[in-house]
């Protein structure tokens, strides 16, 4: 998931909105983002998890001849109404 950039004038707006809230909730808000952006950093995404070996028994004309014969041909197309 992408992040997302809040203008000046969002936040001014968000802003007026909070301040109408009464200080034990705007506390309770701010130790919530506060425990979500802690989560967040010691949260780090290990990019080597991403790498490795193909990881199988069978050699590679087993594999290939699997996947040959689970392709399925459609004859029929439908056409866009």
Do not use: H, P
């Not at 809040?6 to 109408?20: H, M, N, P, Q």
């Not at 506390?27 to 199988?56: C, H, M, N, P």
């Not at 459609?74 to 866009?80: D, I, M, Y």
């Amino acid at each position: 998931m992408g992040n997302i950039v809040i203008s000046k004038r969002t936040l001014d707006r968000y802003f007026s909105l909070l301040s109408r809230w009464n200080n034990d909730s705007k506390k309770k808000l701010i130790v919530r983002l506060t425990e979500y952006i802690e989560s967040k950093e010691t949260q780090a995404f290990d990019v080597s998890s991403l790498f490795g070996a193909w990881d199988d028994s069978r050699d590679s004309d087993e594999i290939i001849r699997q996947i040959k014969d689970s392709r399925v041909n459609k004859q029929g197309t439908e056409g866009f109404a």
